[in-house]
């Protein structure tokens, strides 16, 4: 691959951005403010003295706690650096990517601003790259702001994922989006005491329906926090996709092992030797994630390719997991295994005719296949085997 053009700019990029002419060509974010983040987008063309320079941001919001996180400029028109950084940032949130415009893109941020300054929070690094879109910012007035929370949150379309959605921001302590979801007058804040707890499993049970329209659901929460697991029974209250009514009804701890039980399902994996050598897996690695949001890891004895669906229709269910995101896991070990795993005979088929229609299909050879009551693959991962049929003996004569 022959290396990108480089130009050497006075100042650099702060100072282009600063004293030069700057159009914004298109600007998204992504509507997934009901999971608790929100990743931005801005890409700009900047007029200096003798070229018109491509500029592109990228920014990534934690709603609930670290607010605006991390930041990323690039300059220039590198695809497969863009491209990169898109997929890093955006691949794991099962995203739509929603156009919007100069105020809305510097309101969202300005926001966020004005929230880590509450909290004493930093910004990210990069400042003078993105000051201009901060100072001094946009106000969104009330009518703004909510057109900007009904993009970036999406449409609820079901009683199911009005509950999913609103418990999980009660628990995570973000009231603006639980209010956001509700209608009427009661306490969002309930469950001040799980501060930073994750939402990782619910039940959703019909109670009654009122003359009304009404209908109240209990709910079965298995939240995690610090490390401490506990079951907690609400009754939400939905009339017109809409939360107008909660109250806490129970509580009570369970240990790790109970947890991991509820959360157990199963997991099917298919097991390949890998014909390559290393430098030629490495230059065509990119074919393992052909048509997925993927995000890859560095492991200790490999790298993790997590393979997300493309949109968070997992929250819209009776039975919400949080794990339910994930459509498929590559795990490329270091020895010269491939080892694929999904946790549905449909997915794990899809991910196996993926590999087929690859150029990487005639190096790659299937030795087995299992069915796994509950998830095994981590445990590999946290292994100190190099082989994954030896880790399954290893477990099996335990």
Not at 243 to 264: D, N, Q, R
Not at 271 to 289: A, C, K, Q, R
Not at 318 to 324: D, E, K, P, Q, T
Request: charged letters at 25%; one cysteine or more; glycine letters at 6%.
């Amino acid at each position: 691959m022959s290396k990108p053009k480089l130009t050497v700019i006075e100042g650099g990029v702060p100072y282009l951005v600063k004293n030069r002419q700057k159009l914004l060509v298109s600007a998204y974010v992504t509507n997934t403010r009901l999971m608790g983040v929100l990743a931005l987008y801005a890409h700009w063309r900047i007029s200096d003295t003798d070229e018109i320079l491509d500029f592109h941001q990228f920014f990534y919001i934690d709603c609930e706690e670290s607010g605006l996180e991390t930041y990323t400029g690039i300059l220039g028109s590198d695809r497969s650096e863009i491209d990169a950084t898109e997929q890093a940032l955006v691949g794991g949130l099962g995203a739509e990517k929603i156009e919007i415009t100069y105020p809305q893109l510097s309101g969202i941020l300005t926001f966020y601003r004005m929230f880590n300054e509450a909290r004493s929070l930093p910004l990210p690094n990069g400042y003078s790259e993105y000051s201009f879109l901060l100072e001094p910012g946009t106000i969104l007035n009330p009518d703004e702001h909510t057109e900007v929370m009904r993009l970036i949150c999406g449409e609820i379309t079901s009683d199911y994922q009005a509950v999913n959605y609103f418990l999980m921001r009660c628990f995570g302590q973000d009231h603006r989006a639980a209010a956001f979801l509700s209608a009427g007058d009661f306490d969002l804040d309930i469950y001040l005491n799980y501060k930073g707890a994750t939402f990782c499993k619910n039940t959703i049970d019909k109670d009654h329906v009122y003359d009304d329209g009404a209908t109240a659901y209990l709910c079965e929460s298995l939240v995690e926090r610090r490390g401490n697991y506990e079951i907690i029974i609400s009754r939400v209250v939905v009339k017109d996709l809409k939360i107008v009514g909660l109250s806490h009804c129970s509580g009570f701890a369970v240990s790790a092992a109970e947890a991991a039980m509820m959360l157990a399902k199963a997991e099917f994996v298919t097991v390949y030797e890998v014909l390559l050598s290393d430098e030629d897996m490495e230059n065509n690695i990119g074919e393992l994630t052909i048509n997925l949001n993927t995000i890859m890891s560095v492991q200790e004895n490999g790298r993790l390719f997590m393979a997300f669906k493309k949109n968070n229709d997992h929250v819209n269910s009776r039975i919400f997991r949080l794990s339910n995101d994930v459509k498929g896991i590559y795990y490329l070990t270091d020895y010269g295994q491939l080892i694929v795993a999904a946790y549905t005979l449909q997915e794990i088929r899809h991910l196996e005719n993926q590999l087929k229609v690859s150029p990487l299909a005639p190096f790659l050879i299937p030795t087995a296949k299992y069915e796994f009551k509950e998830p095994v693959l981590f445990e590999f991962m946290q292994s100190d085997f190099e082989d994954f049929d030896d880790f399954l003996n290893f477990i099996r004569d335990e």
